[in-house]
């Protein structure tokens, strides 16, 4: 993934980019397997986990008290200090961060996966449409050539009485000499109608590993698990 993202205190800014395509794919089930691509750089500060008991057994609820949102992630991923933030070239500013399998190509860190979670403008599906094609065209573009990026139609959800949409941008890696960043990913995105708005969850990751020899995707059940743990918080 492109995630060359340099850890910074107060935001992480996504390398911006246009997409060269945008298409339309059948509705994804609602919590589809087919799911995300990305990377993000592993923070050398961590915060602690919500001191809440996980669906998930070995996992860490992710708290997000301005999204009114809570989700799961693995017990392996590496939760970012609070005050560390990622910004989508669309202008929504995710925080809460997560990142796993980080590797080092080139003297430059990578990773295979991240998540985030943050308030969107606008209504679920439009702010889930946006934001998964932005943050897959901040992933896979570089600065010469534009990822081809196609996205999915929203899947209606309900968690917990709250109502949205679950959204996939798949994304392909423009042709280039970059050994190190993933050749294929995905983002997909949950949005829910909550007391603050718009509130969203992001996870994204690689789907294939190219020519990076850093740590394999993370499985697709365990990604289904994560977007499948987002839940309204009153």
Request: some cysteine; glycine content about 10%.
């Amino acid at each position: 993934m492109r995630g060359r993202m340099a850890v910074a205190t107060g935001a992480l800014v996504l390398v911006a980019g246009a997409f060269a395509v945008v298409g339309v794919l059948s509705p994804a089930g609602p919590d589809s397997g087919d799911l995300p691509s990305a990377t993000s750089v592993a923070s050398t500060r961590t915060r602690e986990a919500a001191p809440e008991v996980p669906v998930n057994q070995g996992w860490r609820v992710v708290l997000d008290p301005r999204a009114r949102l809570s989700y799961e992630v693995p017990g392996d991923w590496v939760l970012a200090e609070d005050d560390q933030s990622l910004e989508s070239s669309s202008g929504v500013r995710l925080g809460r961060l997560a990142d796993y399998g980080t590797y080092l190509c080139q003297g430059a860190e990578y990773g295979r996966a991240f998540s985030g979670s943050g308030v969107a403008a606008g209504p679920p599906e439009r702010a889930a449409s946006e934001l998964a094609a932005a943050i897959a065209a901040d992933q896979y573009s570089d600065a010469s050539q534009t990822a081809r990026v196609t996205v999915s139609r929203a899947t209606p959800v309900v968690r917990d009485g709250a109502r949205g949409v679950l959204v996939r941008a798949d994304a392909e890696a423009a042709e280039s000499g970059d050994q190190c960043v993933g050749s294929r990913g995905t983002v997909t995105v949950v949005a829910l109608a909550t007391p603050a708005g718009t509130g969203v969850v992001v996870v994204a990751t690689d789907t294939e590993a190219g020519r990076a020899r850093g740590p394999e995707p993370v499985a697709q059940a365990d990604l289904k698990k994560i977007t499948d743990s987002v839940r309204p918080r009153r």
